[in-house]
């Protein structure tokens, strides 16, 4: 999600988040912290990935090619992301719980 939202303000399509927007903003330490979040959540997901004895190169290349080969044969073709109906439901439930936020019980219509 993080990296989303940094690729779609960076590309300047797509929906995004601004200061103007979010709940709440880190202002202009926003970015920075972004980065780091990204980098960490990639290195993290390394490191919990791999085993720990002598297998973890073996273990990791046969990962990284399973997951290549899955990519490539299945789901690059088969993987059509959300749909606009998912993002209209998406937007109905964030009224919702902004609205209930603010101790008004109103529903959006469907």
Do not use: C
């Amino acid at each position: 999600m993080l990296y989303l939202n940094w690729r779609n303000r960076r590309r300047g399509q797509g929906e995004y988040t601004t200061a103007k927007t979010a709940l709440w903003h880190l202002g202009r330490w926003a970015p920075a912290v972004n980065v780091v979040a990204i980098i960490w959540v990639a290195v993290i997901t390394v490191i919990f990935s791999l085993p720990p004895n002598e297998l973890v190169l073996w273990t990791f290349l046969l990962l990284s090619g399973g997951l290549t080969l899955y990519w490539f044969g299945y789901a690059r073709r088969h993987f059509t992301g959300p749909t606009p109906l998912d993002e209209a439901e998406l937007r109905r439930i964030a009224h919702d719980l902004a609205a209930l936020a603010e101790g008004k019980p109103e529903v959006a219509p469907v």
